[in-house]
C-alpha cells in the first residue's frame, strides 16, 4: 500500500530542500511542499500555513507549542511508524521497511521504503535524484534514466531485473535510512501534526492526518489531503472551529475513504480507515490510548 497522488514540481523541491537543507525545525514547515504551491481558489484555503504573514505564523506557532504533545513524544511516534507500517507493509517492525520494495499491481510501478516512494508518481525518482546528488555513488544512481522514463507510469522497462536488488543494496547503508526518515518527518509527518493540532485534534487525529498525507500525497487536489480536508471543512467545523472532534473525523474518514475507492486499480481496500482508524474512534480513544488491536488486510494486529 502506498499513496497514488502524482506529487507536483513544488514537492520535488520540497524533497530536495528536506535531504540537502540541514537545518534545524523552526516549528513551521517553511519549506513544506504545500507552502510552496499556490492557494487553492475557494471558500476555504487548504493549508492555512500557505500564504500566511509573520505574524500570523507566530501566532499558529503559539497555539501549535499550547497544545497537548499528542504523536510529538518519542513514545506516541513509535506508535504511529507502527501503525503506518501495518498499512503500508504489514507489520509492526517498521525499521524492516527501508528496504522493502514490491510491485503490487496497482498501475504506480514499484512501491518502496518507509512511506512507499513509488516508481510511477514521481515521489521515488526525486527521492533518488536528491539522494544521489549528496551520494554519486550509490546503487541506485545507474538506474536515474530508467527512473525517469518510467516516471507516470506502471512500468518496470530498464528497471529490471536489477532494480530491487539495488534499492534494497542502498538500503544497506545508514545515510539512505536516514534520508528516508527525514522524508517521511519533514514533509509528511510534521506537517501533518502541526495542522492536526491547529484544528483541534488530538493523537488519533493527527495520526489520521499523517496517514492520508501519506497515502494521497500532499497536494490541493481533490483527491490529495488538502482537498479531503477541505471537503471535510465544507460540512463540519473543526474542534478549533467550535465543532466536535468525533464528529470531524468520522466526516474526514468518509471523505478519505470516498477518495481512496475513486482510484480505480488503487485502492480497493480500505482496511486502515475501515478495520483501523475507524476502530479507534469508534472507541472513542483520541488520544491512541494504549494497548491497540487493529486489522489491516485481514491479519490482525496488536500494541501492548
Given at each position: 500500500?502506498?499513496?497514488?497522488?502524482?506529487?507536483?514540481?513544488?514537492?520535488?523541491?520540497?524533497?530536495?530542500?528536506?535531504?540537502?537543507?540541514?537545518?534545524?525545525?523552526?516549528?513551521?514547515p517553511t519549506h513544506s511542499p504545500t507552502a510552496a504551491a499556490?492557494?487553492?481558489?475557494?471558500?476555504?484555503?487548504?493549508?492555512?500555513?500557505?500564504?500566511?504573514?509573520?505574524?500570523?505564523?507566530?501566532?499558529?506557532?503559539?497555539?501549535?507549542?499550547?497544545?497537548?504533545?499528542?504523536?510529538?513524544?518519542?513514545?506516541?511516534?513509535?506508535?504511529?511508524?507502527?501503525?503506518?507500517?501495518?498499512?503500508?507493509?504489514?507489520?509492526?517492525?517498521?525499521?524492516?521497511?527501508?528496504?522493502?520494495?514490491?510491485?503490487?499491481?496497482?498501475?504506480?510501478?514499484?512501491?518502496?521504503?518507509?512511506?512507499?516512494?513509488?516508481?510511477?508518481?514521481?515521489?521515488?525518482?526525486?527521492?533518488?535524484?536528491?539522494?544521489?546528488?549528496?551520494?554519486?555513488?550509490?546503487?541506485?544512481?545507474?538506474?536515474?534514466?530508467?527512473?525517469?522514463?518510467?516516471?507516470?507510469?506502471?512500468?518496470?522497462?530498464?528497471?529490471?531485473?536489477?532494480?530491487?536488488?539495488?534499492?534494497?543494496?542502498?538500503?544497506?547503508?545508514?545515510?539512505?535510512?536516514?534520508?528516508?526518515?527525514?522524508?517521511?518527518?519533514?514533509?509528511?509527518?510534521?506537517?501533518?501534526?502541526?495542522?492536526?493540532?491547529?484544528?483541534?485534534?488530538?493523537?488519533?487525529?493527527?495520526?489520521?492526518?499523517?496517514?492520508?498525507?501519506?497515502?494521497?500525497?500532499?497536494?490541493?487536489?481533490?483527491?490529495?489531503?488538502?482537498?479531503?480536508?477541505?471537503?471535510?471543512?465544507?460540512?463540519?467545523?473543526?474542534?478549533?472551529?467550535?465543532?466536535?472532534?468525533?464528529?470531524?473525523?468520522?466526516?474526514?474518514?468518509?471523505?478519505?475513504?470516498?477518495?481512496?475507492?475513486?482510484?480505480?486499480?488503487?485502492?480497493h481496500d480500505t482496511s486502515r480507515i475501515d478495520t483501523a482508524?475507524?476502530?479507534?474512534?469508534?472507541?472513542?480513544?483520541?488520544?491512541?490510548?494504549?494497548?491497540?488491536?487493529?486489522?489491516?488486510?485481514?491479519?490482525?494486529?496488536?500494541?501492548?
Open positions: 500500500m502506498t499513496r497514488f497522488a502524482l506529487i507536483a514540481a513544488p514537492i520535488a523541491i520540497a524533497v530536495s530542500l528536506v535531504l540537502n537543507s540541514g537545518g534545524e525545525d523552526t516549528g513551521l499556490p492557494k487553492a481558489t475557494g471558500p476555504v484555503n487548504p493549508d492555512p500555513f500557505a500564504g500566511a504573514d509573520e505574524a500570523e505564523r507566530e501566532e499558529m506557532n503559539e497555539r501549535v507549542a499550547e497544545a497537548p504533545a499528542g504523536l510529538a513524544t518519542p513514545r506516541m511516534r513509535e506508535v504511529a511508524w507502527k501503525l503506518l507500517a501495518s498499512a503500508e507493509g504489514s507489520t509492526l517492525d517498521w525499521r524492516t521497511q527501508y528496504g522493502a520494495i514490491e510491485d503490487s499491481g496497482d498501475g504506480t510501478g514499484y512501491a518502496a521504503g518507509l512511506v512507499g516512494f513509488c516508481s510511477g508518481t514521481h515521489d521515488m525518482l526525486t527521492f533518488v535524484e536528491a539522494f544521489t546528488r549528496d551520494h554519486p555513488d550509490n546503487p541506485l544512481a545507474p538506474y536515474l534514466p530508467a527512473l525517469r522514463k518510467v516516471d507516470g507510469t506502471g512500468s518496470h522497462e530498464g528497471l529490471d531485473p536489477g532494480y530491487t536488488a539495488a534499492w534494497k543494496k542502498a538500503a544497506e547503508d545508514p545515510a539512505f535510512r536516514k534520508a528516508q526518515e527525514e522524508v517521511r518527518d519533514k514533509q509528511y509527518f510534521e506537517p501533518a501534526v502541526r495542522l492536526a493540532k491547529l484544528d483541534g485534534l488530538g493523537a488519533l487525529g493527527q495520526f489520521i492526518y499523517f496517514d492520508a498525507m501519506v497515502l494521497q500525497g500532499p497536494g490541493h487536489e481533490a483527491d490529495s489531503f488538502y482537498g479531503i480536508r477541505e471537503a471535510t471543512l465544507a460540512e463540519v467545523d473543526t474542534v478549533a472551529e467550535g465543532g466536535d472532534e468525533s464528529a470531524y473525523l468520522d466526516m474526514f474518514l468518509d471523505k478519505a475513504r470516498a477518495v481512496m475507492k475513486s482510484k480505480k486499480n488503487q485502492q482508524q475507524r476502530v479507534f474512534l469508534e472507541d472513542e480513544n483520541m488520544d491512541l490510548e494504549l494497548p491497540l488491536t487493529w486489522k489491516m488486510y485481514g491479519e490482525t494486529f496488536h500494541i501492548p
